[in-house]
């Protein structure tokens, strides 16, 4: 198991560029189950989720080849069988995304039940749903779900919670429905808006993804296509974070500033500049930070995915800051471990008061999950001395090289490789 050796303080400055959105990828490769056609997705990040994905899309009939950050998807693969067995979606909740789409295509799925998580229990109940609103014939056994309809049917249907996965599952499926869906309640995530972008390209007629509403007229077929797929709003918001946390100045290009808004305006509430052109945003900090409160909330509220990094930039911050986390029930793990290394938060449940700032002190410290390994390694970019940040592998989940990112903006990361 890969460990991160840190060592602190640090100061990030320069210019960096996220990878393709994980979150946008992993759909849009679960998407070619539906394609009649090759298809293309460009700027794929190499992340630990998307080759997760491509070893179940092999599984199921999908073979994909890389060529540079191209991924190129059609029909091979080792066998083609309905069935996403427990292996391979125990290590992935996303594998969930293949629901949707094998349902509608090939009139049968079977897809181990994800079960829970690091970060709470995640249901699929609204998933499920969805598929019997369409017409599928669902039963759970086993610990695995199964869905059987002859064709789809478009229907009306309203998710008891905004779910992201649940959205895109839902899209997928309804796109080869027979007449047309209404989606209400529907997650409004850029990367919900980015699958509905692919899905038009392959053929599918959609409107209003983005929004709380989504229309889907269901056609016969649909074919392949190229697509690229959005920056990762999450990764690129770390690196911002970083510059905040480190006194630092972090120009990242080649971004959607518009997709960051919630992050950037709790970065200028805190004491950071922040400044932005249509696909650039630099974010600089000279003077001391200040607290300011923060809940997660789904898009556009602030995302779960960056409360970890911004729990860690909180302990620089001059104040109190409360940080309520209201999407997923068990995602404050971090708190634990920022306390080895100095920090002085509260934790109430969800609710996570952090008193600032505090000396941080390089530690060994244990990531539990992506994001926190993600906010573990800031807070070593802050530390006075060496920081060893160990599970590396949560962190390769949905980071490209963050290793490589960091070094070239001036940090002193380096990845001590430990055979399994
Ligand atoms: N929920 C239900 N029933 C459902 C589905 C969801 O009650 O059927 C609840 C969940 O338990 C949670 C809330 O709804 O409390 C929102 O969960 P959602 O379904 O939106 O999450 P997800 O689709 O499983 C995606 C991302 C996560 C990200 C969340 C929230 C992907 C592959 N994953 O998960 O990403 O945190 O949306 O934005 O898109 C990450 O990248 O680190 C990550 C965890």
């Not at 986390?325 to 509260?346: C, K, P, S, W, Y």
């Not at 600032?356 to 410290?365: D, E, I």
């Not at 970019?381 to 060496?386: F, H, I, K, S, Y």
Request: proline share 5%; aromatic share 4%; glycine share 12%.
């Amino acid at each position: 198991m890969d460990s991160f050796r840190i060592h602190g303080p640090a100061r990030l400055a320069g210019a960096v560029r996220a990878g393709g959105a994980k979150n946008a990828a992993l759909p849009a490769l679960a998407a070619s189950l539906l394609a009649g056609a090759p298809l293309e997705i460009e700027d794929a990040p190499r992340v630990r989720d998307l080759e997760t994905m491509r070893r179940l899309l092999d599984h199921l009939g999908v073979a994909s080849r890389w060529e540079g950050s191209r991924l190129h998807l059609g029909p091979g693969g080792a066998a083609s069988p309905d069935d996403a067995p427990y292996e391979l979606v125990k290590t992935m909740r996303a594998s969930v995304l293949v629901l949707g789409p094998l349902t509608a295509r090939r009139g049968h799925a079977r897809v181990s039940l994800p079960g829970g998580c690091a970060i709470g229990v995640r249901p699929i109940d609204q998933h499920l749903a969805g598929l019997e609103a369409l017409g599928a014939k669902v039963t759970l056994a086993h610990g695995y779900v199964e869905a059987r309809a002859e064709r789809l049917i478009g229907t009306r249907f309203r998710f008891a919670v905004p779910t992201v996965t649940g959205t895109e599952n839902l899209l997928m499926a309804a796109s080869l429905a027979r007449g047309v869906t209404v989606l209400e309640n529907c997650a409004r995530e850029p990367e919900v808006e980015d699958l509905a972008r692919l899905l038009v390209t392959m053929g599918a007629r959609i409107e209003g993804a983005g929004g709380d509403s989504i229309r889907i007229e269901g056609v016969d077929s649909l074919g392949g296509g190229r697509h690229r797929v959005i920056p990762d709003r999450i990764e690129g918001g770390t690196y911002l974070i970083g510059a905040a946390l480190t006194g630092g100045d972090v120009t990242l290009t080649e971004a959607q500033p518009v997709a960051l808004l919630p992050l950037l305006e709790a970065l200028t509430g805190c004491g950071a500049e922040v400044t932005r052109g249509e696909n650039w945003v630099r974010v600089t900090r000279a003077g001391d930070l200040s607290s300011r409160d923060v809940v997660t909330a789904p898009y556009p509220g602030f995302p779960t995915d960056l409360q970890a990094q911004y729990v860690a930039l909180m302990t620089q911050a001059r104040g109190v800051a409360t940080v309520i986390e209201t999407v997923f029930e068990n995602r404050m793990q971090h708190v634990a471990e920022l306390a080895r290394m100095g920090a002085d938060i509260r934790l109430d449940g969800r609710t996570a008061r952090i008193h600032g700032p505090t000396r941080l002190s390089g530690a060994s410290v244990m990531a539990t999950d992506l994001r926190a390994s993600a906010c573990l390694v800031l807070a070593g970019l802050a530390a006075e001395g060496e920081t060893v940040v160990d599970r590396i592998y949560h962190l390769d989940r949905g980071y490209e090289a963050m290793e490589n990112r960091l070094v070239a903006l001036g940090a002193r990361v380096e990845r001590v490789r430990r055979p399994d």
